[in-house]
């Protein structure tokens, strides 16, 4: 028998690490690579988050609140009326000093081939007057009549009054165009789809 003095000097024995353990960190780290390709490729190409800066889109947006942008459907059709679209500033707003890579949020109002004019604080499209319903005043400023060249659009903010727009610095090229609001995800009392 040993002693109590023999048991103390002895070496403890180092407890080998399990295998298992080591595939567990190989699995947890495959699998969180794996999550971040997904979740990039999904910002990448699909959807996005976007978050209000202004007040340009009010009553239909506020500043501060965070949308949903979907990145999909333009690949297979161009915008429509009355979508709201998310782009990078065309080339005059650069000029103006806005960075390419800021993003602006308006509607689309006129696509390609259609004539856009302001009279009388009433939009018209093809010499129709909008119902526009989304938007918080009239413009109170006039437009002459001008036509959609192809492949861009004339698109404004829902505060006609104040917003930084078509009728300011002309038409938007459609290949500066990143997506189309979706959803609206905050504040929660708003939550809706567009």
């Known amino acids: 028998m040993k002693s109590v ?26 699998i969180i690579l794996f999550a971040l390709i997904i979740a990039f490729v999904i910002r990448t190409f699909i959807a996005e988050p976007r978050f209000i800066p202004s007040d340009s889109m ?19 059709h161009p915008p429509s009326h009355g979508d709201i679209v998310v782009f990078q500033p065309p080339e005059q707003l650069q000029k103006l000093g806005y960075s390419s890579d800021q993003a602006f949020i308006k509607r689309v109002i006129a696509t390609e081939g259609e004539t856009v004019a302001i009279i009388d604080g009433v939009v018209y499209v093809d010499n129709r007057p909008l119902t526009e319903k989304y938007i918080a005043e009239n413009p109170n400023y006039e437009f002459a009549p001008v036509r959609i060249p192809n492949h861009a659009l004339f698109v404004m903010g829902d505060n006609r009054n104040n917003s930084n727009d078509s009728h300011i610095w002309g038409f938007l090229p459609e290949k500066q165009v990143i997506g189309r609001a979706i959803f609206r995800f905050w504040p929660f009392n708003k939550i809706n789809l567009f």
């Open 5 to 30: 003095k023999d048991k103390l000097d002895q070496t403890p024995e180092t407890p080998e690490i399990k295998p298992y353990l080591w595939e567990t960190v190989k699995e947890n780290g495959q």
């Open 58 to 76: 009010y009553p239909t947006l506020a500043q501060g609140d965070r949308l949903v942008i979907e990145k999909i459907s333009y690949h297979f």
